[in-house]
């Protein structure tokens, strides 16, 4: 059995880092998640697991979503968890996820889906996956190579990244 100590919970939610393209429908939806892929293809060795919370876009999360979220992170007996999330209400999720204490959680996501060959997946996950290992407890979001404390930062749809509040 894993050490709680050393190993990474991996927690997915859906949003764009997991979504699949349907032919069919002319629509992206998320899909079953590449997380693992992803880690193997990138050769890590440090141990995790990952659950599924749930399978949404984040537009489409709700307050019971968050709740799970919240549950999930703080039955966890392990104090590091990366956090698949949609880009969209990602700071709405951290905000629910703010007064456990003791562990050091960060969200992350894409603009793009994984499975997509130009994606910026593989990168913010390998971000996610150093971060969490090395900040302080707390809740950060990791995207397009920065790390933000979950409560500093705001998405600017405009720009297409996260900045810092009053930027």
């Not at 939610?13 to 590449?34: H, M, R």
């Not at 990366?82 to 894409?110: C, F, S």
């Not at 990168?123 to 996956?129: D, P, Q, V």
């Not at 998405?155 to 297409?160: M, P, Q």
């Amino acid at each position: 059995m894993l050490s709680p100590e050393t190993s990474i919970l991996i927690l997915t939610t859906g949003g764009t880092i997991d979504k699949i393209y349907f032919d069919a429908l002319s629509d992206y939806q998320v899909g079953e998640t590449v997380m693992a892929r992803l880690l193997e293809v990138a050769r890590v060795k440090r141990p995790f697991r990952i659950e599924e919370v749930v399978r949404k876009d984040s537009l489409e999360l709700d307050d019971a979503d968050r709740a799970l979220i919240h549950a999930r992170v703080a039955a966890a007996p392990e104090n590091h968890i990366v956090i698949t999330h949609g880009t969209d209400t990602m700071t709405d999720t951290a905000k629910v996820l703010a007064e456990i204490p003791g562990k050091t959680v960060v969200l992350v996501g894409a603009l793009a889906p994984a499975r997509f060959g130009e994606s910026d997946a593989s990168f913010n996950l390998g971000m996610a996956f150093a971060t969490v290992q090395v900040a302080e407890p707390g809740i950060y979001i990791t995207m397009s190579g920065s790390v933000f404390r979950a409560d500093a930062v705001v998405k600017d749809r405009a720009k297409g990244a996260f900045v810092p509040i009053g930027e």
